[in-house]
């Protein structure tokens, strides 16, 4: 019988947040809510569900995962849409260096700030694959509100159309639902 593989030595532990998180503190857990999306190119609006969890393992970022799914008329799932997943690199002066990759074929890096409860990202480069729909910009905010739900909000420049309001959603924690 041979010794098992030594442990990750980070695999149970919570570390304490990096100081340069402290901007985004408040955001670190999973989100779970509602939305509604629209944009020139459909042919009409939809409502969707959307989950985001922010976690970090004791370094000066934050990991990013998002998904969404269609719903109907009462809320119910009708079928998964968009994945995100990426990383937020917190810098001394509230500013945010952003990877934001997609299922998709999109690879985005956005910069912006965290202030005051709010997160504003702009994407400066998006990268597509060879297939990927054609997105020329993004722009994200999140904010905090005062009643503690998580608002959020997703401008979308793609497929010949200017940078416009895309989609938003209210998110509370999932540990208070």
Known sequence: MTDPAPSYPYADASPEPHPLLAPVLGLIGTWRGRGAGEYPTLESGFTYGQEVTFSHDGRPFL???ARAWITDGEGGPVRPAARESGWWRLQPDGRIEAL???P???AEVAVGYAADGVVDL???HVALTPTAKHVEATRR???LTDSG?????HDLAAV???LQHHLSALLHRADAE
């Open 63 to 65: 990991q990013v995962t």
């Open 100 to 102: 934001i990759t997609q």
């Open 104 to 106: 998709t074929g999109i």
């Open 122 to 124: 702009t994407a400066q």
């Open 141 to 143: 905010r999140y904010t």
């Open 149 to 153: 739900a998580l608002a959020f909000a």
């Open 160 to 162: 010949g159309q200017p």
